[in-house]
């Protein structure tokens, strides 16, 4: 049975879905597992991903629409109950040659101790926070 505790401490040691310690996660998933994003700017990404591998597609396609930018960090995690995770998460990427980082609440919800589904929901507007460029990107 899933706790608030247990969940907590899962999304806090939760790879980066970019990094290849992901797949280490994999079996943590259900095989059913839902990906919903909601992005208005970013509409070609707006749908539901199926399964792990769907997921792992959206990052995929995210790394390409960022050129190999996008990362993402983890501010808060909040259970709420026994079912549900919200993560205050702090994605950051250079865009149409901004670089930037934003907010993103993104709600999970575990069943029977697997990540059955998760809803995306980045800030959009007052949440977006431009970077400074590295020297390489500047160059």
């Given at each position: ?33 839902k ?37 993402v ?14 993560v ?39 949440a ?7 020297p390489?990107e500047?160059?």
């Amino acid at each position: 049975m899933n706790t608030p505790e247990t969940n907590v401490a899962f999304f806090a040691n939760l790879p980066a879905p970019t990094s290849p310690e992901i797949e280490q996660v994999r079996s943590s998933f259900a095989e059913d597992f839902k990906w919903h994003y909601f992005n208005e700017g970013l509409p070609e990404l707006n749908k539901t991903y199926h399964g792990f591998d769907g997921w792992m597609q959206f990052f995929k396609d995210l790394a390409e629409k960022t050129g190999g930018t996008f990362n993402v960090g983890m501010r808060n995690i909040h259970p709420i109950g026994d079912e549900l995770v919200v993560v205050h998460a702090l994605p950051n990427m250079t865009l149409d040659g901004m670089s930037l980082e934003t907010d993103a609440a993104v709600v999970w919800r575990v069943v029977d101790g697997k990540i059955a589904e998760a809803w995306d929901i980045p800030g959009l507007n007052s949440a977006i926070r431009p970077q400074a460029l590295s020297p390489a990107e500047s160059a």
